[in-house]
């Protein structure tokens, strides 16, 4: 009895207490399916879950909504069985209604922008979802889908909650930054309980949260998570020094300032190798007029220097990233010039064309295509005579220190002749630019990476609404893009892993050689958090947090 008595002391001791982050800017929504901005998934990932999951350390897929699931000897029908523990926020169950409606009413709509339905689509084809019973769904794939699996992790909506605002034609603009926090429903670990815009987000436990521990103790352990929404970086050390936050993402230059304070001030660097996250330069290319203005989105002028290879090699090797790595992350950081990162593993391959920084070769790229220097030499003019010069926009990132890289990128275009004008704005205005008024010339930003290619689909396939420098094409622009197109239909149909690595190799060699955008460096993934914490198992994949139901303050 006693030996039971400590076990449930234990148990009990580990509730409580609370985890402060900080994010550099506010989300653009809480509904996840119209969501593209990394900030916004950040917050929305404590609020809902999938089907499925991946294990961070092995990458299988594992159960999550649903406890299991069945497959046809071809492949393409699938039966999943729901957990019939799950309620949402609200005390509601969770049910088959809430996966076909999350599919077929949300995804799949076609008045409803959604990267999801580019990642769910296997040539021009969507998913047949069916519902068996109340704790039973059906899904039929049209063809083979390799990633199927991995892609059911996309998050399922309360049906109850929207259907509402589905039928009066809404839900585009539902569970947007204004609305009650007490009205966002789902079924993740913790629930949204206040946000105050430009200052934090505060999460508390779900009470009615469905995992339990090895030992069968409710879940989450932790009372309360905050967000702190700090843009600068520099601003966010300061509060992790002054113990305001629990832990940061920390950059290649903040690791010797960091690493010797570790003991005398309680927190452990955590080096997870090179990061997922692509930081690239990418140049409007949208050719189409705006249809409220009915004049184009880019300039002709500018369209003409932004669609030229020529112009596009040139920048790439203007960028000296050897620089960036030194000066920006203290060494500790990688060259990239392909769409994947290293960390990806098996998919990546390094068997792509690179750029060396060389300003020399640069000028005689553009003097080979027609630019040439004013009788002064200090401005550079294409063929036509027009002084080349445009806006450079960036955002204040965090973790990424992309206003930095920005500046050392427009010095280099500068000595070229270029005139740069660099411009800093809100993450999330930046974010308007390029995904609604399309009222920019060039940008540094970033995107989030992973381990299976497909789910990088809603960036290259010249349909997708993330397909940055040219969205949502009618039919391909060019014939390498239509090559991508065709090599992610293949590669998600094809099952044998060595032949889709084949397809995925080409794709990667087709955006180092025609540069529709043009990488830079990957940071290392590294972040600070104090020793207060237990059962802390940070991943290379899941990085420190990944199980936050389980983390308990110590």
Not at 42 to 65: A, C, M, Q, R
Not at 300 to 305: Q, Y
Request: proline content about 6%.
């Amino acid at each position: 009895m006693i030996g039971l008595f400590l076990v449930q002391a234990q148990a009990a001791s580990r509730y409580g207490g609370s985890l402060v982050e900080a994010v550099s800017s506010d989300p653009k929504t809480f509904n996840d399916i119209v969501s593209t901005d990394a900030n916004s998934r950040v917050i929305t990932s404590l609020l809902f879950e999938g089907l499925t999951t991946e294990d961070p350390f092995t990458l299988k897929v594992i159960p999550n909504l649903a406890k299991s699931w069945d497959v046809s000897p071809d492949g393409l029908r699938w039966v999943f069985h729901l957990r019939t523990d799950v309620r949402w926020f609200d005390g509601v169950f969770l049910s088959a209604d809430d996966v076909v409606f999350t599919f077929n009413d949300l995804i799949y709509n076609p008045d409803i922008p959604s990267s999801c339905k580019d990642v769910l689509t296997i040539e021009g084809k969507p998913l047949t979802v069916e519902k068996i019973d109340d704790h039973t769904v059906r899904v039929i794939l049209p063809v083979k889908f390799a990633p199927f699996l991995r892609a059911m992790g996309q998050s399922i909506l309360p049906k109850h909650c929207l259907m509402k605002a589905l039928r009066d034609k809404k839900f585009s603009f539902t569970w947007g930054i204004d609305t009650p926090v007490e009205q966002i429903i789902g079924t993740g670990p913790f629930q949204l309980s206040e946000y105050h815009p430009g200052e934090r987000l505060v999460f508390k436990r779900n009470p009615h949260y469905w995992k339990k521990s090895k030992t069968q103790e409710q879940l989450p352990y932790l009372d309360k998570i905050v967000f702190l929404i700090i843009q600068d970086h520099q601003a966010q050390l300061l509060k992790f020094m002054d113990g305001e936050l629990d832990a940061v993402g920390i950059s290649g230059s903040d690791y010797p300032l960091l690493k010797p304070l570790e003991a005398s001030r309680q927190f452990h660097i955590f080096e997870a190798g090179a990061a997922y996250d692509a930081n690239f330069v990418v140049l409007n290319q949208n050719p189409r007029l705006n249809p409220k203005t009915h004049r184009p989105f880019l300039d002709a002028v500018k369209l003409s220097w932004f669609t030229n290879l020529s112009f596009r090699k040139a920048l790439a090797h203007a960028i000296d990233k050897k620089k960036i790595i030194e000066i920006l992350n203290n060494g500790l950081g990688l060259s990239q010039d392909g769409p994947m990162s290293p960390g990806s593993g098996f998919f990546y391959t390094p068997d792509v064309m690179t750029y060396d920084y060389d300003l020399k070769k640069a000028k005689e790229i553009l003097k080979q295509a027609g630019f040439h220097l004013s009788p002064d030499g200090g401005t550079l003019k294409d063929p036509q005579g027009h002084p080349v010069e445009f806006n450079f926009y960036t955002a204040n990132a965090a973790s990424a220190g992309r206003e930095a890289m920005s500046g050392i990128i427009r010095f280099d275009l500068e000595r070229l002749g270029m005139k740069v004008n660099l411009v800093t704005v809100e993450f999330n205005t930046l974010v308007n630019k390029l995904m609604s008024s399309y009222d920019w010339d060039m940008v540094m930003i970033g995107l989030t990476g992973g381990v299976e290619p497909h789910f990088g689909q809603n960036v290259w396939a010249s349909s997708g609404g993330l397909h940055l420098w040219n969205p949502r094409q009618k039919t391909p622009a060019t014939l390498w893009e239509k090559r991508i197109d065709e090599i992610f239909n293949e590669g998600a149909q094809e099952l044998d892993e060595n032949k889709r690595k084949i397809l995925y190799d080409e794709f990667q060699r087709i955006v180092a050689e025609k540069l529709p955008v043009i990488y830079t460096v990957l940071n290392m993934d590294m972040y600070a958090v104090r020793d207060k914490f237990g059962n802390l198992k940070p991943s290379v994949n899941g990085g420190a947090f990944h199980n936050i139901e389980e983390i308990y303050k110590k």
